[in-house]
């Protein structure tokens, strides 16, 4: 089912990615666990920078990047919660530092999901996390991942793991985007079956779990393989400067 060189292969990558930032970072934060706990504010940035980086670029030197890590986070929970007109607000501030796209879209999800989590969702969630915090669990990861896309806003399978990954809390759960899927294909005989589908969470979970299945025999947790693909696109550009005050490393 996996290939000696498909296993090879991984842990090459994974050899060659250990300098690097990005890399390291995530080795910190999601392994290692050298990071803040689970909070409402960090969950709630997590979810306002899934929204912001869905479709459009947030690499090092986007608008996406550089708003993400404005200190403090312009719309971190506190502020979110004292707007008269959150949806406004979240408009108006996004447009005012120019250069994101679909401002009018994510202003009304972080509207709705503000209201969602206000009704006892936040807590339920911030529980949750906080005993994946304590007890990394791949089956809990993934029941996790989807209760957030059932309950949340603009929140499909891929920005579900996100969510998790970004707050430090997930080993196994990873969002397959599209620089993993071109990684795969162009390097590895895996197959992935029907990648067209992956906004779909039966076909999303099934990719997954190839992939899983691979680490596994590799010996490689699927959060560094994410990292290593990610930043081996990346080919080096991600410096510590740019992860110091990234929602990446939360606040």
Do not use: C, H, W
């Given at each position: 089912?996996?290939?000696?060189?498909?296993?090879?292969?991984?842990?090459?990558?994974?050899?060659a990615q250990q300098g690097n930032p990005f890399f390291g970072m995530r080795k910190r934060c999601n392994v290692d666990r050298d990071r803040p706990p689970p909070t409402p504010e960090r969950f709630w940035m997590a979810l306002v920078g899934c929204l912001l980086t869905t479709q459009q670029r947030s690499g090092p030197g986007s608008p996406v990047n550089t708003f993400l890590c404005q200190v403090p986070f312009p719309l971190r929970f506190h502020e979110c919660l004292r707007a008269a007109d959150v949806e406004r607000f979240a408009l108006e501030t996004i447009q005012g530092f120019g250069g994101i796209r679909f401002g009018p879209k994510i202003s009304r999800q972080i509207r709705e999901?503000?209201?969602?989590?206000?009704?006892?969702?936040?807590?339920?969630?911030v529980g949750k996390l906080l005993v994946l915090d304590k007890?990394?669990?791949?089956?809990g990861e993934r029941e996790l991942a989807r209760e957030l896309e059932r309950n949340l806003k603009?929140?499909?399978?891929?920005q579900s793991r996100n969510v998790i990954q970004w707050l430090g809390c997930s080993l196994y759960e990873i969002p397959l985007d599209t620089r993993l899927i071109r990684w795969v294909e162009a390097n590895l005989s895996l197959d992935l079956g029907d990648v067209g589908r992956l906004s779909v969470s039966r076909y999303y979970e099934e990719t997954l779990d190839r992939i899983q299945g691979l680490c596994e025999v590799a010996g490689v947790y699927p959060c560094l393989l994410d990292a290593a693909v990610f930043a081996s696109f990346d080919e080096g550009r991600w410096t510590d400067a740019d992860l110091a005050a990234s929602l990446l490393l939360g606040a």
């Open positions: 089912y996996y290939t000696g060189r498909d296993i090879a292969i991984v842990r090459e990558l994974i050899a999901n503000l209201a969602r989590l206000q009704s006892g969702l936040m807590e339920y969630f007890s990394p669990s791949q089956s603009g929140i499909g399978p891929k």
